[in-house]
């Protein structure tokens, strides 16, 4: 069975894919970096069942942190077949607002930790001659968002690494993509107020808000795929159609 690694992996989608993996015989780790609380409650339920996965606290936007992380599963593998790039956040807030730790703070979380994350797991993947990598960015990078202009560059960049990698990758069979979700119900999303839920849903030509689910069932047929590389593919409902 193949070993994967979620970064980000306490809530939300990263939660859901690290679940719902374990609980088809991947070997997963959960990364975390300040949800310590969440990661190990997530790992005791799954224990309850029947189900391991390891946890590992790693600031995936450090350097080092990093290296520990890929050491850590190395040791306990051998070989790294899957990359999830989940490791993100986002700031409501006008462009003029904007600080310099702002920047810092989105741009490493979102993009620096990829770009790191991916770069770490190449040598492994590249001497198998084998891997997957995937990138979880959003429809704003696709399209920009009012008021979350650093989230949308952070994600537009973690699309573009997708296709350079695509690229410098596929002769060594790793494939790259990315998973731009719409609106998805998850805490990130919690504090939208109802009355812009109700507007999302009805210029959705579904008409509904997505789940984590759909993310990763995404997920799943990308790391079960053969020929799909270099791809953006946006799970959301309609609401985008490029």
Known sequence: MKNV????????????????????????????????????????????????????????????????????????????????????????????????????????????????????????MVHEKSGCIINISSIWGMVGASCETVYSISKAGMDALTKSLAKELGPSNIRVNSIAPGVIDTDMNSNIDEKIKKEIRNETPLGKIGKTMDIYRCVKWLIEDEFTTGQVISINGGYIIT
């Open 5 to 124: 690694i979620v970064t980000g992996g306490s809530r939300g989608i990263g939660k859901c894919l690290v679940e719902n993996l374990a609980k088809e015989g991947y070997n997963v780790i959960l990364n975390y970096n300040k949800s310590e609380k969440s990661a190990r409650k997530i790992q005791n339920e799954l224990k309850e069942n029947g189900v391991f996965i390891e946890i590992f606290k790693a600031d995936v936007s450090k350097k080092e942190d990093v290296k520990n992380l890929i050491s850590f599963a190395l040791k306990k593998w051998e070989k790294i077949d899957v990359l999830i790039n989940n490791a993100g956040i986002a700031k409501l807030q006008m462009f003029q607002d904007v600080t310099d730790e702002d920047w810092d703070e989105i741009i490493n979380t979102n993009l620096k930790s990829a770009f790191y994350m991916s770069q770490a797991v190449m040598p492994s």
